[in-house]
């Protein structure tokens, strides 16, 4: 299903409840704000996991962190197929609508957090995010690539952890469960 044409038919039918995970972040104003209507219209509790929300860190500090993270944070913004996406501003957007149409909203933290053992997932962060920084930044790929080295070194010495920040929020309708 289009989840950008058919969002309503795809809430049509006995629901009791709606669930996404790694979503909200990549979709744009206009398409959350569907979602939250459609979602209030249908009396439906809205569970959202996994949103991105802008924060990472990474330990022990590099020089040009600060700017390939800029980096990426601006590229979560651009078009994933719903339009220009809210990137990390989508849980607070969503906790706003929600709360705007009588919603009660529970929210916290669920943030990757990343130790020397999960070597294969920070290598292919950073690789995303090196390359995401030579499209994003004004930095030049001599710096991005010694920027990449110095994190894989950390990585290889078992020194490197990331935390990547995450938001889950659960909405209902006031007076429900």
């Known amino acids: 299903m289009d989840l950008v044409r058919d969002l309503e038919l795809a809430l049509e039918g006995p629901l009791d409840l709606v669930t996404t995970s790694a979503l ?15 979602a209030a219209a249908r009396r439906l509790p809205v569970y959202a996991a996994l949103s991105y929300d802008g924060r990472v860190m990474a330990e022990p500090a590099c020089c040009h962190d600060r700017e390939i993270m800029a980096g990426f944070n601006l590229h979560q913004r651009t078009d994933k197929g719903f339009g220009p996406a809210l990137g990390p501003t989508a849980a607070a957007r969503a906790v706003s609508r ?4 009588g919603y ?7 943030d990757w957090v990343l130790g020397p053992d999960d070597r294969a997932i ?13 499209l994003t930044t004004a930095l030049s790929s001599d710096v991005i690539a010694q920027w990449l080295a110095q994190r894989r070194a950390h990585l290889a010495g078992g020194r490197s952890t990331l935390r990547v920040g995450h938001t889950d929020l659960f909405a209902s309708p006031i007076g429900t469960r």
Do not use: I, N
């Open 24 to 38: 909200l972040d990549l979709v744009s104003p206009e398409w959350l704000d569907r979602l939250v209507v459609e």
């Open 122 to 134: 920070q290598e292919e962060l950073l690789t995303a995010w090196a390359e995401l920084a030579a």
């Open 98 to 101: 929600f709360k705007y149409l």
């Open 104 to 110: 009660q909203v529970v929210q916290g933290g669920s």
